[in-house]
């Protein structure tokens, strides 16, 4: 705390703060006298807080370096696109912001952020949202980095965000009569009815779809044992596999002598890209907004019709906050696996058909 004096020369209070380990002899510009002592003292403090903020802060990293580091460790390795994404909602952070120190980056130094760029009409409120959330994300990293200037707790988790307006939900899943289109386009393709089929009865991603292999299919367990170090989460994850899913798998088993499930017949390899066969495809059948991702929302949706419970259906699309491995051993996977066949996607295919 800042110490009061007087001088005999000056009608007003004056008084000594520290400031990096330096004593300073700053006027409060308070009259002297009994009476005014502590509004000087106040004045006083708010100063030497000021003036070791802004030490702070000259000292301190910007964000802009933050999110160099950030990027170039990518410590929640994220994806490509996904790390794209969060460069170009910081690039706008940092233009209308001016690059902040990360010191200076309190939670009411946001809330007046917010009300400024909200206020100016600069970005709505969804890519705010967005936006927010990328910083969120390289804050965290700050802190356990132990940046200079990093906050001790992440000032966006202290700000409420509900006045700021969501997405409209839409639903994504596709419906029997759709999933049918597709698989019609898509007859005779020695890749497509495969890929829609299988993800449709796994709920798997497209990533961990393209990059399966046999080795991790066992066919005599009715399981695909997901490699943990290909999984989203990185834990790993056991999918069961019903009877149509078994089919589609041993069809393709007799079709490639390649290690991977869905191997291009030119290279051997996992195909590097699919997403112009996806958009040819889905247009063919009439369905031009569909995304491949929506299969596996279509399989969380279908089988929470048939009546799978939630807990299964979370481990086997991999959303559970364990390690599906630690939760089904393989003696008891069975019980999954039943769960599978009796809530499989296909049965509402057949019932389309009937």
């Not at 006027?27 to 005014?36: C, E, H, L, P, V």
């Not at 019903?242 to 996992?270: H, W």
Request: aromatic letters at 8%.
């Amino acid at each position: 705390m800042s110490k009061l004096y007087s001088r005999e020369d000056s009608p007003f209070w004056y008084a000594e703060v520290q400031v990096g380990g330096t004593i300073k002899r700053i006027s409060t510009g308070i009259a002297k006298g009994s009476r005014t002592r502590k509004q000087a003292q106040q004045v006083a403090d708010e100063r030497e807080r000021k003036a070791v903020s802004d030490i702070v802060i000259q000292h301190s990293v910007r964000f802009s370096t933050a999110w160099t580091v950030f990027a170039a460790a990518n410590p929640n390795e994220l994806r490509e696109t996904t790390l794209d994404q969060y460069g170009k909602l910081i690039a706008r952070f940092i233009h209308e912001a001016g690059d902040p120190a990360l010191a200076e980056m309190t939670p009411a130094w946001f809330r007046l952020h917010i009300k400024t760029v909200r206020k100016e009409n600069k970005i709505p409120d969804i890519q705010l949202r967005l936006q927010l959330s990328a910083i969120s994300t390289v804050i965290e990293f700050c802190i356990a980095d132990e940046m200079e200037g990093a906050p001790e707790f992440n000032p966006i988790k202290l700000i409420n965000k509900k006045h700021l307006k969501k997405s409209k939900y839409q639903p994504r899943w596709l419906r029997p009569e759709e999933v049918r289109k597709l698989l019609v386009a898509a007859k005779d393709h020695r890749f497509w009815p495969f890929f829609i089929m299988l993800i449709l009865e796994t709920g798997m991603r497209k990533s961990e779809a393209l990059h399966l292999e046999w080795d991790e299919i066992d066919f005599r367990k009715r399981v695909i044992d997901l490699n943990h170090l290909r999984e989203k989460t990185k834990r790993g994850r056991l999918i069961p596999l019903s009877d149509t899913a078994l089919r589609t798998l041993s069809v393709l088993r007799t079709r490639t002598n390649s290690r991977y499930v869905f191997a291009s017949p030119y290279t051997g390899k996992p195909w590097v890209s699919i997403n112009e066969g996806w958009g040819v495809l889905r247009k063919k059948a009439g369905l031009p907004t569909k995304r491949i991702h929506d299969l596996r929302h279509t399989f969380a949706s279908w089988t929470r019709q048939l009546g799978m419970s939630k807990e299964d259906r979370k481990d086997i699309i991999g959303h559970n906050s364990e390690d599906s491995h630690s939760r089904y051993a393989y003696a008891s996977i069975e019980t999954l696996t039943e769960s599978m066949q009796k809530h499989s996607p296909h049965t509402l295919l057949t019932q389309l058909t009937e």
